[in-house]
């Protein structure tokens, strides 16, 4: 065990005199945690952020739709200058008023549209609850995306050490049976057994070193940080936080929820059957009432009228003639308007069932969606159930396989130094303890995924190895056991 030491002791200065500058960047190394990681991620993500404008755009819909239902209040102000009226010349000075200023506040409002803007407005505030249960489901498959890739290069930097400590176990193994041949207690065979093993396990190391940088390369592609920056995963799987979280979740008997992406199927074919009822609207008659309030003023002379208008002979040229009609005083004089309209188009060259046959197949098409969504979705809960099954069994046995290997490596070490047991003993030993640790290893992560993953699909809070859990925003407006009639 003293030359095992000594081995990795020489194996850690070779490395560090062999790579100085990796020493000296040391200070500007990130340590990044895995609940720093997802935080980030859902933060930075450009799909993550295109979800959330579609929410943005959908809200921007339901504002939209509902304007179509408030009263419109428009105000408009003109100016014009007549330079030559053939009116004036031909029939009378009447018409010949150069100039003239106008402003009119109009205030309209939408009686009936045949249950348009109800309809119309209720399916886009069912597309925005769609859009915000697709934002909560691609939030939460992010989180589970970034945790496996941050997990991934945790288990190859774990096959990287252990490589490297098989690596040293070797050397030190070589070294004592170069030892034992000087001394006359191992053949020529046993040094070049020795010889061969190590040099077997050289590539394979250096094999898990390229696989640790290019995990750690994912995660920074990920991250969208710098290539060249160094990084430190400052997380790991604690096994006991990983099993209080399958214990919390085998213990999980809550009844299951729709997932997110079925509620969004939901609601998009409920908005497609509102928007069946606006195209129908174009058969029915529509009606609507406007008032308008203005001023209007006919100046003599260029320039802005300051006051209102009264008319009276006063203002008319002097000396009046007999039967001369009163004069203005270039003020605004009010100008009231009611109207009401209603119209009913009788034929539009058939636009209108175009229309209807359009959302009726839309409305169709939607309805196969949400039966495809549901299967996926009861397709993904057995995936998802039966994985974390296997991956708990699994955990189970190689934990206590992990154990076994290690002893059965000692006792071999043991034996081969006392001469009780031939090198290949020791070498086989050390392989199924390396197996063991590689696949305990496997079985951690693939458990912490598997419960992240059925986590996902049930819609519930995506768990941390931290403990801590990322929350799924899905804002709605159907109750948690509610569901589209068939």
Not at 34 to 56: F, G, Q, T, W
Not at 107 to 136: E, M
Not at 212 to 226: Q, T, W
Request: glycine content about 6%; hydrophobic content about 45%.
């Amino acid at each position: 065990m003293a030359m095992i030491f000594r081995a990795a002791l020489l194996s850690t200065l070779a490395t560090g005199l062999a790579f100085p500058a990796a020493r000296a960047q040391r200070a500007d190394t990130l340590r990044l945690g895995i609940a720093d990681a997802v935080a980030y991620y859902l933060r930075s993500s450009d799909e993550n952020k295109l979800a959330l404008l579609a929410v943005d755009a959908a809200d921007a819909a339901v504002t939209t739709a509902r304007a179509t239902g408030l009263p419109q209040m428009r105000l408009t102000g003109s100016y014009q200058q007549v330079l030559k009226n053939a009116r004036a010349e031909m029939v009378s000075n009447v018409f010949g008023q150069s100039y003239t200023y106008q402003s009119v506040l109009n205030t309209s409002q939408t009686v009936f549209q045949g249950f348009r803007i109800f309809s119309a407005t209720r399916a886009a505030g069912r597309a925005s609850s769609a859009a915000r249960f697709d934002a909560g489901e691609t939030r939460a498959r992010l989180a589970v995306d970034v945790q496996r890739t941050y997990l991934n290069a945790l288990y190859l930097a774990k096959i990287a050490e252990l490589q490297e400590r098989n690596l040293a176990l070797s050397t030190a193994r070589l070294e004592q049976v170069e030892q034992l041949a000087a001394a006359g207690r191992a053949s020529r065979y046993d040094i070049l057994r020795a010889r061969v093993d190590r040099s077997n396990i050289e590539p394979l190391a250096l094999q898990a070193r390229s696989d640790r940088e290019i995990a750690l390369y994912d995660v920074k592609r990920m991250l969208d940080l710098p290539m060249d920056r160094p990084i430190a995963l400052s997380t790991s799987l604690d096994t006991g936080v990983v099993a209080a979280i399958v214990r919390a979740t085998a213990s999980d008997t809550a009844p299951e929820a729709i997932r997110g992406s079925v509620r969004a199927a939901e609601l998009s074919l409920l908005a497609k059957r509102d928007g069946i009822r606006v195209a129908r609207a174009d058969f029915f008659p529509q009606l609507s009432v406007s008032f308008n309030q203005g001023y209007l003023a006919l100046p003599t002379v260029n320039g802005l009228p300051n006051r209102l208008g009264e008319t009276s002979l006063s203002f008319c040229p002097q000396p009046v003639a007999a039967g001369t009609r009163p004069c203005h005083n270039n003020g605004f004089f009010p100008d009231r308007s009611f109207n009401v309209q209603m119209s009913w188009p009788l034929f539009d060259g058939l636009r209108a069932k175009g229309n209807l046959e359009a959302a009726t197949a839309q409305a169709k098409i939607a309805e196969v969606v949400l039966h495809q969504q549901r299967e996926q979705a009861a397709l993904d809960l057995a995936r998802a159930r039966a994985e974390f099954d296997r991956a708990r069994l699994a955990f189970s046995a190689r934990a206590q396989n992990s154990v076994e290997a290690e002893e059965a490596f000692q006792l071999a070490s043991l034996r081969f130094s006392r001469g009780l047991a031939t090198q290949l003993e020791v070498s086989d030993a050390q392989v199924a303890l390396l197996t063991a640790r590689s696949t305990e290893a496997r079985a951690t992560y693939d458990l912490y995924l598997a419960v992240a993953e059925l986590a996902r699909v049930r819609g519930r809070p995506i768990p941390l190895p931290t403990g801590g859990t990322v929350p799924v925003r899905s804002n709605t407006g159907l109750s948690p056991g509610a569901s589209v009639p068939r």
